[in-house]
């Protein structure tokens, strides 16, 4: 079994409430739900995690390095910004993608620019809230034996 963890940041707990154009109109409860069944069907063990505190999102990349075989995450504005998380996710040894919900090279310059990348094995941006779907399959191809 897969052990996977996402990680979603700021804000990302406002899901459906405002935004719909750019994010749409599911809550974060329903695209954990969708990841929870998926990862059910797909022998995979899940955590999910949101924060909007940057040492929280650090504190839960450095604890997952003993404990997950790969990790998800969508860092919200701290993409952006944060050399913190890019830290974090550079000492882990297990693969790492990058999700976004919108694609951030279609919207602001400001969004152009992800620290994250330079961690990541993979990006997965602009498919809406079906990225998350997406990424654990993604991570369960990276984790084939
Ligand atoms: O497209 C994405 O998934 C983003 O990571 C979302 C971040 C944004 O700062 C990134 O540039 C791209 C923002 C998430 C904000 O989510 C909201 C949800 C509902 C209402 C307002 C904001």
Known sequence: MNKIIILNGPNLNLLGEREKNQYGDFTLKDVEKNCTDYAAKNNIKLTLFQSNVEGELVNEIQNSRNNHDGLIINAGGYTHTSVAIHDALKILKIPIIELHISNIYNREDFR?????????????????????????????????K
């Open 112 to 144: 152009h620019k992800s620290l994250i990348s330079k961690a990541a094995k993979g990006v997965i941006c602009g498919f809406g809230i079906n990225g998350y779907i997406m990424s654990l399959k993604a991570m369960n191809k990276f984790l084939e």
